[in-house]
């Protein structure tokens, strides 16, 4: 099992709604989350960070993340086709001090 | 301020050449890392670095060795080069749990 889990995707979403992409973990131990996005050809850039239960909100991002469940989730509202990207979910594991990433979410917004 | 550079960005190499990819971070961080990517497959960690003077193997270490060499630098280092080590190698640094990685823009790598 991998110690972070994404579905590959693609998601396809209209303009304008609402994209949702989810991530698991399976190391209890982990601290802190981050949602990466990436262009093709280019190198991962930080959208969020989540240490707490609960949601954080940045503009039309939204994470949420659930430790009892080891769920973390993104929300992208108002999708915009300069959304379309790879995203990355990824967990820092305190006990070793490394940053272990997911395989990556494609998102294409449709126009 | 350059953040992360990795050198070189692109590379060829024939099948058991060897060659030694170098990434420096000017954001005093403790921790660095190599990552690989390939289609479909994410950032695996091939090697990473909790502080200067250790080094901890990842997802993805055969075939790789590397050498933190000061604070500032990581280098990663292909002995005998292999197709299955074709791919984009990434270097990232990061202060702590609470901060995020930064990344280097890539090295493209293909054996042949």
């Known amino acids: 099992q991998k110690e972070v889990e994404q579905n590959s995707g693609p998601l396809s979403v209209p303009e304008g709604a609402i994209a949702s992409l989810n991530c698991t973990y399976s190391?209890?131990?982990?601290?802190?989350f981050f949602w990466y996005r990436q262009y093709s050809g280019k190198s991962p850039e930080l959208i969020m960070f989540?240490?707490?239960?609960g949601d954080k909100e940045d503009g039309r991002f939204t994470a949420q993340l659930n430790k009892a469940s080891q769920y973390v989730s993104l929300l992208i509202r108002d999708s915009q086709p300069s959304d379309s990207a790879t995203y990355l979910c990824?967990?820092?594991?305190?006990?070793?001090?490394?940053?272990?990433f997911g395989s990556g979410t494609r998102l294409s917004i449709r126009p | 301020n350059a953040g992360v550079t990795q050198t070189p960005k692109f590379q060829v190499l024939k099948t058991g050449q060897s060659m030694t990819l170098q990434c420096a971070q000017d954001?005093?961080?403790?921790?660095m890392y190599w990552y690989r990517q390939d289609p479909g497959m994410g950032l695996r960690l091939i090697y990473y670095?909790?502080?200067?003077?250790?080094?901890d193997k990842g997802e993805v270490p055969n075939g790789y060795n590397v050498s933190r060499l000061n604070k500032r630098e990581f280098s990663l280092r292909l002995e005998s080069a292999a197709p299955s080590q074709t791919s984009v190698y990434f270097c990232?640094?990061?202060?702590?749990?609470?901060?995020?990685?930064?990344f280097g823009q890539g090295t493209r790598l293909t054996v042949v």
């Open positions: 990824a967990a820092w594991y305190g006990s070793a001090s490394k940053i272990i």
């Open positions: 954001m005093n961080h403790n921790s």
């Open positions: 989540i240490y707490s239960n």
């Open positions: 190391d209890r131990g982990s601290q802190s």
């Open positions: 670095s909790a502080s200067e003077g250790t080094t």
């Open positions: 990232a640094s990061s202060g702590s749990w609470d901060t995020e990685a930064f």
